[in-house]
């Protein structure tokens, strides 16, 4: 039996800045330890996520941190009032532990569910073998939708992964962690200028970029999280991990390999075509060649998957993606126009895709409706006058063969032959009637 995460902070009891009591651990990560707390003041259940920092002990150094701290925290107070995909932050602060570790804090707002990470876990556990597109897309456009709206302010995650996707029980999913990784480089940063030993990395390897992997690749930005979600969609979509390896050396080796990139196709899930472009792009090596935000991303993926879609058989059709016609599921009937002004349609007996030469077609001779704007048993023109040949006839059935023009052609020369009869009978009678 494994055991809970452990309070390395020993700050269950405590009640923080007044406001804040810590009642439980409910987590950890690399960056720090969440707790279950309660807001005194507004009796709700909060979260407080404590971070893992260096060992930062000079006065000034711990200013200076606290205040870059503050900026990200009101920074992640706007964005969550303007995205309500984003998790809300209520308060920070900063603690010198029982266990005499400085540790900042945010307050989060409490959420039920679980993490993407979790859940993908439990699906690999139960050998689930992916979710599809459309489900895919549908479960993370709050996330992609939080994302593109953090780009838009000019702010980057630096950190998508499925541990950072909470998956609510009310709800859509919400994002975690914003502005966590500018604050970890900045205490790992003041660490260094005190010559200690750095803190855990701002990124986690698996889910990290080539250029936060590499720095000579390029500076990271919004192009960072456009890989990042990359990744993400691709492990919803084949419940596989999109990045494997023992030590950091073999994931850089993967993470930077043009000729491998870790796209849906990579993890055995066949996408059409256009979504597979989308993803190329997206994980591309160099960050340049990505697309510019998750806005742009999303646009190119979701449509995509639209293009992909007009192609598919609908389920349960029976229709067999073959061929270069369109999809006539069994069954169905098509109408026709007849040559005699009529109507008629063609009975699919198996499903296919429609040809001219299809042999298990079947013609319904005056059993389709009349059309639009002509009244049912309305008289209809036709080469033959009013009513035609085919008026009154009770409905018929045939098969329809390649014999068909030739009796077409068979009903044209007779009516031609007896046109030129009259015409001249008609000049006849005129040319006797002149002789008398």
């Known amino acids: ?13 405590q009640i923080l800045d007044g406001h804040y009591r810590v009642d439980a651990v409910v987590g950890e990560g690399g960056h720090g330890i969440v707790y279950k707390g309660w807001h005194v003041a507004f009796e709700q259940p909060i979260a407080i996520k404590a971070l893992k920092m260096p060992d930062v002990t000079n006065a000034e150094t711990r200013i200076e941190v606290l205040t870059h701290f503050r900026e990200e925290a009101k920074l992640l107070y706007k964005l969550s009032q303007a995205c309500l995909s984003i998790v809300r932050c209520i308060g920070y602060g900063a603690v010198v532990s029982p266990t005499q570790a400085w540790a900042p804090y945010l307050v989060l707002e409490w959420l039920e569910g679980r993490a993407l990470s979790d859940d993908l876990e439990e699906r690999r556990n139960r050998h689930a073998s992916g979710r599809s597109l459309d489900e895919t897309l549908e479960l993370l456009a709050p996330v992609a939708k939080a994302l593109a709206y953090a780009h ?8 998508v992964k499925p541990a950072n996707v909470f998956l609510t029980a009310e709800g859509g999913p919400k994002l975690l962690d914003f502005g966590i990784a500018k604050v970890m480089d900045a205490g790992a940063t003041a660490a260094n200028a005190q010559q200690t030993t750095g803190g855990p990395a701002s990124f986690t390897p698996y889910y990290a970029a ?10 990271t930005g919004p192009w960072t999280d456009v890989y990042g979600f990359a990744l ?4 919803t979509l084949s419940d596989r991990p999109p990045i494997s390896g023992a030590d950091l050396v073999s994931v850089i080796a993967q993470s930077t390999d043009s000729a491998r990139r870790p796209t849906p196709r990579a993890l055995g899930v066949m996408t059409p075509d256009a979504v597979e472009t989308a993803f ?10 990505r697309f510019a935000d998750v806005a742009a991303f999303w646009e190119a993926l979701t449509a995509a998957g639209r293009v992909g879609a007009m192609g598919r058989p609908a389920e349960g059709s029976g229709a067999r993606a073959v061929g270069s016609g369109p999809i006539a599921p069994s069954g169905s009937t098509i109408p026709l126009a007849t040559p ?6 063609v009975k699919i007996e198996a499903a296919s895709r429609l040809s001219p030469k299809h042999p298990a077609a079947t013609l319904e001779m005056g059993a389709a409706p009349p059309p639009v704007g002509v009244a049912a048993g309305a008289p209809v023109v036709t080469p033959f006058g009013r009513g035609g040949p085919s008026a009154g006839l009770p409905a018929q059935r045939g098969t329809a063969s390649s ?28 040319y006797l009637a002149s002789q008398y």
């Open 152 to 159: 838009s302010q000019r702010v980057a995650h630096r950190d």
């Open 210 to 219: 080539p250029e936060q992997l590499d720095p000579r690749l390029g500076r």
């Open 232 to 235: 993400v969609l691709s492990e």
């Open 280 to 289: 190329r792009r997206a994980l591309a090596v160099d960050p340049k060649a």
């Open 1 to 13: 039996m494994t055991s809970g995460p452990v309070d390395v902070f020993g700050l269950t009891g």
């Open 340 to 345: 005699f002004g009529g109507h008629s349609s």
């Open 403 to 430: 014999s068909s023009p030739q009796r077409l052609r068979r009903h044209w020369k007779l009516a031609l032959a007896i046109a030129c009869l009259l015409a001249l009978s008609m000049l006849g009678g005129a």
